[in-house]
């Protein structure tokens, strides 16, 4: 059975710094690319990023958002991936889903809440 | 980047059939994939690549493109199917992008 569980979410101050991680088991991580999807309350899903596999070279790209604020890495040895967030805006307040994409289907966790208020 | 449009909500009793378009200039290019989510829940994948059904999704679930539109089909609609529906594409880049998403109400 496919599990990824995601971790690291809280509240944080604006222009303040948070690690999210996810760790995956019953799947092909090394793989897989590694996406991370965001949801404000009552609002629709938003793509913030992706990190391909070796086979990509680990080719990344990250929504306009996000850019230079957001990095995305992963340990291939620990089935684990992170969400680096720096310089932490109120409007990135969400629940943050990590998304294990291979062969055409993905594979969602159950999301954790980041606060950004002061 | 580019946009996908969905309706905001569909509506049908239990029984009927409903049906989610999800539109946008790249669909003729690219792979449309579809995503139920209940309240409180992480968005679940129901079909890939236009109109594959990933296991462990009931039949009942369907997709059909045609042109810049695709659609979702849930035959027979029951009451554990009310839920948000979104629809998902990605460009050459592998830059994905949602649609809006639509709310499916069980009369």
């Known amino acids: 059975e496919v599990q990824l569980v995601e971790s690291g979410g809280g509240l944080v101050q604006p222009g303040g710094s948070l690690k999210l991680s996810c760790a995956a088991s019953?799947?092909?991580?090394?793989?897989?690319?590694v996406h991370w999807v965001r949801q404000a309350s009552g609002k629709g899903l938003e793509w913030i990023g992706r990190l391909g596999s070796k086979a990509t070279t680990y080719a990344t790209s990250y929504a306009g958002p996000v850019k230079g604020r957001f990095t995305i890495s992963r340990d291939d040895s620990k089935n684990t991936a992170s969400l680096q967030m720096n310089s932490l805006k109120t409007e990135d307040t969400a629940i943050y889903y990590c998304?294990?994409?291979?062969?055409?289907?993905?594979?969602w966790g159950q999301g954790t809440l980041v606060t950004v208020s002061s | 980047s580019y946009e996908l449009t969905q309706p905001p909500s569909v509506s049908v009793s239990p029984g009927q059939t409903a049906r989610i378009t999800c539109s946008g200039d790249?669909?003729?290019?690219?792979?449309v994939y579809w995503y139920q989510q209940r309240p409180g829940q992480a968005p679940v994948l129901v079909i890939y690549e236009d109109s594959e059904r990933p296991s462990g999704i009931p039949g009942r679930f369907s997709g059909s493109t045609s042109g810049t539109t695709v659609t979702l089909t849930i035959s027979g609609v029951q009451a554990e199917d009310e839920a948000d529906y979104y629809c998902?594409?990605?460009?050459?880049?592998?830059?994905?992008?949602f649609g809006g998403g639509t709310k499916l109400t069980i009369l």
């Open positions: 998902r594409s990605a460009d050459s880049s592998g830059t994905w992008v």
């Open positions: 998304v294990l994409y291979d062969n055409s289907v993905d594979y």
């Open positions: 019953g799947f092909s991580f090394s793989g897989s690319a």
């Open positions: 790249a669909l003729s290019k690219q792979y």
